[in-house]
């Protein structure tokens, strides 16, 4: 049997490049974000993200046990919450500077998501109770709220995250399944 021939191309049509050969081109003309603008808008994101949730979790620790803030008022709660958030803001930024960027397409390991998961709620926790304390809270105040802070903020959405994506991913595509 023989082959079909191709058809003739006329001078002027179009020929599409396969996709690897687009996403190829495509990262070559992409302008590459400067390692400064990065750190900047990794702060930026890391101090609107932050605010306002721990706002919230200020107001009801504040309202709900006030002795554990000393039954502060819902403005020197909010400068609590605005002092830890560009804490927060300013140590994402830096560790974006710092940070060596992370291999594409790769998914880190459950021992690395866990080790990250520690650090940020350590981080987390001495951080917000470093303010608190800070701002005339005694140790004890301050480490209750920092640790319900380090839950709330850090522990709790990364638990939430890994179980809605194994959820979605379903039983075959988990990376324990045999």
């Given at each position: 049997m023989s082959e079909p021939t191709p058809e003739p191309r006329r001078v002027g049509q179009l020929v599409w490049a396969p996709d690897e050969v687009t996403a190829g081109i495509g990262s070559q003309v992409q302008p590459?974000?400067?390692r400064g603008r990065r750190a900047l808008?990794?702060?930026l994101a890391a101090f609107l993200l932050t605010w306002v949730p721990t706002l919230a979790i200020l107001l009801v620790a504040n309202f709900a046990v006030p002795s554990l803030t000393d039954d502060a008022g819902a403005g020197r709660v909010a400068l609590w919450a605005l002092l830890?958030?560009?804490?927060f803001a300013v140590t994402a930024a830096v560790s974006t500077l710092w940070s060596r960027p992370?291999?594409?397409g790769e998914e880190p390991s459950g021992l690395v998501v866990a080790l990250r998961v520690a650090r940020g709620a350590l981080l987390t926790g001495v951080g917000a109770g470093a303010v608190l304390v800070w701002q005339g809270l005694s140790v004890e105040q301050a480490a209750t709220l920092a640790v319900i802070l380090a839950l709330l903020l850090r522990v709790l959405p990364v638990v939430a995250a890994r179980t809605f994506a194994r959820r979605r991913s379903?039983?075959?595509e988990s990376p324990?399944?045999?």
């Open positions: 590459q974000v400067s808008q990794t702060g830890i958030a560009v804490l992370d291999r594409d379903g039983p075959a324990t399944a045999p």
